[in-house]
């Protein structure tokens, strides 16, 4: 996969966790809640659920997003984890990892 498109992927995954975080925000928080697959793929509008732990372990590091298992693009992450209802992976690389760290939205300012 060429620069530009690993950048694509990078950017799309991004959107999606920017999105999740306001629908974790709109969702009580016991039992599991419903998120956009953060996955790569351009037209995916998959769902998953996943507690609010298991989804503040995912936001925990700017680099991993979770995904349905399968939706991985090996071209530019690995899967680090995987789990009956959900699949964890890790950007890898540059440009992805840059991408994921820079458009996280949990990251202070000025870091």
Known sequence: MDVEGRQ???MNEATFRTVNEGMEAGQ???GLMTFLCECGRLGC???IELTQS???AVRADSTTFAIIDGHE???VEDVIERHDRYAVVRKR???EEEVAENTDPRKP???
């Open 109 to 111: 300012l000025g870091d």
């Open 8 to 10: 694509r992927v990078a």
């Open 93 to 95: 690389g540059s440009p």
């Open 45 to 47: 509008n998959k769902l």
């Open 73 to 75: 693009i090996d071209d």
């Open 54 to 56: 298991e989804y503040e």
């Open 28 to 30: 009580d928080p016991p």
